[in-house]
């Protein structure tokens, strides 16, 4: 075994955390590639609930190490809280989580900095979650950035002022109040915490691992259509969260990646601003966001919902070159009926089965097919083999339409209700 890949083919939140815990038992490692604490990766096992931001979803199992890798950005308070939680739950981090020296730092200004940018944006704004990740990416390709491993260095208190120094005149361009007195103090202890974890040149241990014969799992944050540069632009994150994203982000080549496991929702959800061709506004949408608990993990923004698109999952197969798809919630779907899936959209005349590069501003008809639904609850079962035969067709109609193996079916948040498919 080599690299695999898992990742979002939607707006995010598809249910990526549970699923790398179920398969973190086969893997060595588990890698976040890209992305920092605007994820919420939720997990559930034996009665807890427990949410990721930062931090790997294989730090719950033995036996696995946990890497968060160069392209991820880092806010140092929300990781140390996020470890602190976890020592609470006794799970032991030392010897099994590892830092890459190259992930760039979070400041304090990085977050004022996003929160003024969405407030001149006015109605345009992105609906980021305010972690300051834009801003970050942005010092990171303007080669303004800090990186963890500058923590180590003399010269990075000189370092931080400078760049924190950079960003106190940009906001003077602003109509923006802030207090850094106390964000900084917090930011600087945590640095401290930091220190006493292992930062590591991860690109050569992890070539190495592989090169031993032992399994990564990269761990993708966000989603397709928030990818910077295929999703629906300029309503976006900062980072590449497609499969390519796992060369830069963890320093592993390209003809290393084997299997790509795309993760989708049964159906569509969406939180922040951006267009949504079959979102819906009416009581459908209303039941689905109630069934389906669709509220941010990160923020607790409520998550609009939609039915499932279909040139948008073809679209997001083709650009991570997906080889296996795992559909998450169909138990959500259970007593809708008709279901309905988007074929086509419809712009003026004419007809498209593919994402169109203006899907901001064009307005967008979703076509539909209507599929006969299932009323029983799924969330019980324990083998494909009794699921319901109309949520089989709808299985078997999505396979057919992308071409690509459904080898996992969820039907509940918990690490035990997951269906297998022999493909
Ligand atoms: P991620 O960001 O992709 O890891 O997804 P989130 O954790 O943000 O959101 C997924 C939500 O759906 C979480 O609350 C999960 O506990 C929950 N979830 C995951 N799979 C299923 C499922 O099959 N059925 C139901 N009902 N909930 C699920
Ligand atoms: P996980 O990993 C869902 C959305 C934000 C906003 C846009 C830009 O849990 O799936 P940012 O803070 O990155 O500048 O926000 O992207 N967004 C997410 N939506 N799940 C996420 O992560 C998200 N991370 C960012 O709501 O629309
Ligand atoms: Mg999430």
């Known amino acids: 075994m080599g690299l695999d890949v898992l990742l979002g083919l939607q707006w995010g939140d598809e249910g990526k955390g549970k699923i790398v815990d179920v398969l973190t038992p086969k893997y060595d490692i588990i890698a976040r590639f890209q992305g920092g604490p605007n ?23 033995e036996n696995v190490l946990n890497v968060v890798g160069n392209g ?3 806010d140092p308070i929300i990781f140390k809280n996020e470890i602190d939680a976890l020592t609470k739950m006794d799970v032991v981090i030392n010897d099994k989580l590892f830092i890459s020296k190259k992930a760039h730092l979070i400041l304090p200004t990085h977050r004022l900095l996003d929160a003024a940018s969405e407030k ?19 010092d990171k390709t303007g080669r303004n950035g800090l990186r963890v491993g500058d923590i180590l260095s003399s010269k990075f208190k000189e370092k931080y002022e400078k760049l924190k120094n950079k960003h106190i005149k940009l906001l003077e361009f602003q109509d923006f109040e802030y207090d850094l007195t106390e964000m900084e103090a917090e930011w600087f202890k ?28 990269a761990e993708g944050a966000q989603g397709t259509l928030l990818d910077v540069d295929f999703g629906t632009y300029p309503y976006v994150t900062s980072s590449n969260t497609t499969s390519s994203g796992t060369s830069t982000g963890l320093g592993i080549a390209p003809n290393k990646i084997e299997k790509v496991n795309g993760i989708f929702k049964a159906y569509v959800t969406r939180v922040g601003n951006g267009p949504f061709p079959t979102e819906l506004t009416d009581k ?15 923020t607790g923004r409520p998550r609009q919902c939609g039915w499932l698109d279909l040139p948008a999952l073809k679209y997001a197969i083709m650009i991570n070159g997906v080889t296996e798809l795992s559909m998450m919630k169909a138990d ?15 712009i003026g005349d004419e007809l498209y089965d593919y994402f169109p590069f203006d899907i901001c501003d064009e307005e ?8 006969k639904g299932w009323t029983e609850d799924l969330t019980q079962l324990d083998s494909i083999d009794q699921i319901p035969s109309t949520l089989n067709d709808f299985i078997e109609f999505l396979e057919h339409e992308v071409e690509t193996p459904i080898t996992i079916v969820s039907v509940g948040p918990n690490r035990t209700q997951t269906l297998l498919r022999n493909k």
Request: with cysteine; hydrophobic share 40%.
């Open 39 to 61: 994820a919420g990766h939720t997990l559930e096992f034996n009665g807890i609930k427990h949410v990721l931001h930062t931090i790997p979803s294989g730090i719950f199992r």
């Open 72 to 74: 991820v950005v880092i």
């Open 120 to 138: 001149a944006k006015g109605k345009e704004k992105i609906g980021s979650t305010l972690k300051g990740i834009g801003p970050t990416y942005m």
């Open 190 to 217: 945590s640095i401290e915490f930091l220190k006493t974890l292992n930062i590591i040149d991860s690109e050569h241990f992890l070539n190495a691992q592989l090169k031993e014969g032992l399994s990564i799992l």
């Open 284 to 298: 459908v949408g209303e039941d689905m966001q109630k069934a389906g608990h669709e509220f941010g993990a990160t």
């Open 332 to 346: 959500v779907l259970s007593g809708f009926d008709p279901i309905k899936v988007c074929t086509h959209y419809k």
């Open 364 to 371: 967008i008809e979703p076509v539909y097919i209507e599929l």
